[in-house]
Every structure is written in C-alpha cells, then in structure tokens.
C-alpha cells in the first residue's frame, strides 16, 4: 500500500527560534526546551535538529556528530533477509500509532518514547507529515515496523520494533524502495548503531549531513 502520495497539511508556525545544529555539545545536545506542536517539529527537522525526552518531562533537541545515515542506494540484503521479506506482508500508515506505542514499550532496554511524544507524532501523523511502515505475519499480527517523519526527499527515520525474527528489518527494505521510487534523497537514522550498520548505515560529519539535507528538502 502506497502511503507517500499524500499532500501534507501545514502546521502554524513555530514560536520557538530553535538554536543552529553546529552549536551541539559533545553529546550533539544542541538545546532544551520549546515544544511537541507540529510546528516546531518541523521547523527542527528542517534544522537538522531531532526530540528526545530528558529528565523532568524536558524536551532535549539533538544534532549528534557524526550523524547517522542510510544510503538509499547502499542498503545491505543477506540472503536471510531477502527470504523474510517473502514471508511478511508490508503495509504503510494502517496502524502508526499502535508502531508508535511498541516502539516506546517501557520493557525495551533505553526506551525513551513517552506518551507525550507518542500523541504529538500521532497529532504529526494525521497532519500527513510522520508515517509508519508496518509487518504483518501470516496469521495477519503486526510483528515490526519503523515510523519517521518525512518532508520532501528527507526522511526522518525515528525508532523501529520486531516482534519476529528480521521484521523491522523488513520493514526498512520497504521503506528504501518506496523512497527510492518516489525519488527522495535521504534518509537519516540519527545514530549508526551495530544494528543499522549491518544493513548499510554509515557516520558522516555534521557539516555533510547539513549539506546533504538541505539538497534533499529542495528536491
């Protein structure tokens, strides 16, 4: 199902003027504050910027360096890989928020998704912006899936689940070939884990990511 074509509603403008990513710390913190409205989502995205919950119900914003990212041409498929993609079925934005929810499950190890965040890109989902890529397995259970956000040829990719043996991953092979055919040029996965590496993601620096963002929002 083919969930990209959508024309998006614009938000109001943000009442924040969110700090410039090359003023990260070490960490990539660049600043703490604002808020949730799809406004200021946007706006950070565009930036280079991208939420996370810090103590206190804070809103940390982050610009991490190196920053990870997946080329759309350079996705790794293993022979196991290309047998799972068989075996599930792939639907786009039928169950965003429930993908949402299981990716925040308080029982996975550094869980960070809260239900403010889940209800502001739920808010960003139905607005057109956020989108969910989801596996299902044959008795029809959702068993995977990944959620970002996506504006012009940049995607956001945010957190992903699996409940199955290489479901998230499958999802993300979906994800690739439905941005490569719609022609974007970009897709960000913040930090290259040993997880995303093993299926192509690299580190570049700041300064290229920033580069390579702003071509993929003019596209």
């Given amino acids: 199902m083919r969930s990209f074509d959508v024309v998006p509603t614009v938000p109001s403008r943000t009442r924040w003027r969110l700090p410039a990513a090359h003023l990260a710390d070490a960490q990539g913190l660049v600043g703490v504050g604002a808020d949730l409205e799809p406004g200021t989502l946007l706006a950070a995205y565009r930036s280079g910027l991208f939420p996370m919950p810090m103590a206190h119900r804070d809103i940390g914003w982050w610009?991490?360096?190196?920053?990870?990212?997946?080329?759309l041409d350079g996705l790794r498929l293993a022979k196991s890989l290309r047998q799972s993609c068989r075996k599930y079925t792939v639907r786009f934005n039928t169950r965003f928020r429930?993908?949402?929810s299981?990716?925040?499950?308080?029982?996975r190890p550094n869980g960070w998704i809260s239900e403010a965040?889940?209800?502001?890109?739920?808010?960003?989902?139905?607005?057109?912006w956020a989108h969910s890529v989801e596996t299902f397995d044959e008795s029809g259970a959702l068993v995977g899936g990944l959620y970002g956000?996506?504006?012009?040829?940049?995607?956001?990719?945010?957190?992903m689940f699996s409940a199955a043996r290489?479901?998230?991953?499958?999802a993300l092979v979906a994800l690739v070939e439905q941005l490569n055919a719609d022609g974007a040029r970009l897709l960000d996965v913040q930090w290259a884990t040993p997880h995303l590496v093993s299926l192509?993601?690299?580190d570049v620096p700041r300064d290229h990511y920033l580069r390579l963002l702003d071509a993929a929002l003019s596209s």
């Fill in 117 to 128: 965040f889940i209800d502001a890109y739920d808010t960003l989902h139905h607005l057109g």
């Fill in 200 to 202: 192509g993601a690299i």
């Fill in 63 to 71: 610009s991490p360096n190196p920053r990870g990212i997946l080329p």
């Fill in 98 to 100: 429930e993908v949402m």
């Fill in 166 to 170: 290489d479901a998230s991953k499958v």
């Fill in 149 to 159: 956000v996506k504006i012009d040829g940049f995607f956001a990719g945010e957190s």
């Fill in 102 to 107: 299981r990716c925040g499950d308080p029982r």
